[in-house]
Structures are given as structure tokens and as C-alpha cells.
């Protein structure tokens, strides 16, 4: 398994600002990803982000609104920026473990509101 | 493409009792991987299980219990002798290969209420 920690846990920020999290992972893993799960919603996945080169985007995600940068194999940032209260979600950080990261654990999630 | 449905939303149980969740999936690929997490109201996501799906074998861990049949699709949940620790919203999800890796694709969740 791997220990992931994110920063911050949670957040009150105003609309128009933008929210840059924070993933630490406790060993070196090739693939993170970033997710959003929206209130009573299930998870949504963002992006694929690989070291050293561009992340990946799922649909209706931009990397103008959710820029990600992953500069070594055990950290990686997800920035929300211009929000809005409709980006008021929780924000989670995984990593695939195992042969074609077959084994995917989690941090323990940032807690997003935007009045 | 991959699809998970759990389609209770919401179950809710007094202390004690026997509750089995459901998941049913969808997918092209015959090589792809289940998985059970659990989310507390903390938040976080707790792993609770993967099973792949070349192994038919049920699985029992504790209280815990799955049952994976390839056969309806299904991979459901049980908890024996329920708890109010086990209140939680639980997700079932998928992974096919997708370009290379395996990216899960998760159901809707069920929220689990056990009462004392």
C-alpha cells in the first residue's frame, strides 16, 4: 500500500480565488490521478498526472481551470482556480500501485467551499 | 466502455443485522479488476478489497464478506453482524485497461446507516 497525505484538509475560499492542494505520497509511484467527488455524488476522475510530462485530461476538465503539475514521483499539485461555488467538492489524490497501476489507493481528500 | 451501478442508494439497519450491498458492472474487457472502498463521514477512502476477474473465489475478511459471480456481473458486498462503525457511504468500482493502465470507474455509492 502507499501513505498519501494532502494539504490542506479543507478550505473556505472565495469565489474568483483560486486553491492550490497538495499530495505527498509516501514512496515513489509513476501514476497519480486526481479526483473530484461532488457533494452526494460518486468520484469523478480529473486527470491522470505523469512524471514528467503534461497531465492528462478527462472530459470537461481543462487544465486552464485545474492545472497540475507533478515535478517528482512522490508529489504532485492540483490547482482550482477562478472558482466558483459550484467547484465546492471534495478534492482527492490517488496512486496506482502494482503492474499498469492496477491498485489504486487514496489521500485522505481536501474539503472544498467556495462562498 | 465501463459501467457500475449500485442501485440502492441508501440502506439503513439496526446494530447486528446481516446487509449486503450490491454492485453490477459492465464491461468489454476480460481482464479487468473489482474493488470495494468504504467512505466514512471523514471523508477519506478506505480500500477495502480488489478482486480480479480471472478469480471467482469468494473472499471473507472478518465480518466482511464478497461475492463475485461472472456469470449476472455482479460483485456484492456483505457485512455479517453490522456495527454503527460500519456507517459509511460504500463505493464498488471498476478497472479495465484504458490506454495502457487501469483506471477505476465508480458507482454512485451506497450509504450505509446502522442504528444502535
Known amino acids: 500500500s502507499a501513505v498519501i497525505s494532502q494539504k490542506p484538509s479543507r478550505d473556505i475560499c472565495q469565489r474568483g480565488t483560486s486553491l492550490t492542494i497538495q499530495c505527498q505520497v509516501d514512496?515513489?509511484?509513476?501514476?497519480m490521478f486526481w479526483y473530484r467527488q461532488q457533494p452526494g455524488q460518486s468520484l469523478t476522475l480529473i486527470a491522470t498526472a505523469n512524471q514528467g510530462s503534461e497531465a492528462t485530461y478527462e472530459s470537461g476538465f481543462v487544465i486552464d481551470k485545474f492545472p497540475i503539475s507533478r515535478p517528482n514521483l512522490t508529489f504532485s499539485t492540483l490547482t482550482v482556480s477562478n472558482m466558483s461555488p459550484e467547484d465546492s467538492s471534495i478534492y482527492l489524490c490517488s496512486v496506482g500501485l502494482g503492474v499498469r497501476s492496477d491498485e489504486q489507493f487514496f489521500g485522505p481528500g481536501t474539503r472544498l467551499t467556495v462562498l | 466502455a465501463q459501467k457500475v451501478t449500485q442501485a440502492q442508494t441508501e440502506i439503513s439497519v439496526v446494530e447486528k443485522e446481516d446487509v449486503t450491498l450490491d454492485c453490477v458492472y459492465e464491461?468489454?474487457?476480460?481482464?479487468?479488476?473489482l474493488f470495494w472502498y468504504k467512505q466514512p463521514p471523514s471523508g477519506e477512502l478506505v480500500f477495502l478489497i480488489r478482486r480480479n476477474s480471472f478469480d471467482e473465489q469468494n473472499e471473507i475478511s472478518g465480518r466482511y464478506s464478497w461475492n463475485f459471480q461472472k456469470s449476472t456481473s455482479s460483485f456484492n458486498f456483505t457485512i455479517t453482524a453490522s456495527q454503527v462503525v460500519d456507517s459509511a457511504v460504500y463505493f464498488c468500482?471498476?478497472?479495465?485497461?484504458?490506454?495502457?493502465?487501469?483506471?477505476?470507474?465508480f458507482g454512485r455509492g451506497t450509504s450505509l446507516i446502522v442504528h444502535p
Open positions: 514512496s515513489q509511484v509513476t501514476m
Open positions: 468500482a471498476l478497472s479495465g485497461l484504458s490506454g495502457g493502465s487501469y483506471i477505476p470507474t
Open positions: 464491461t468489454r474487457d476480460t481482464t479487468y479488476y
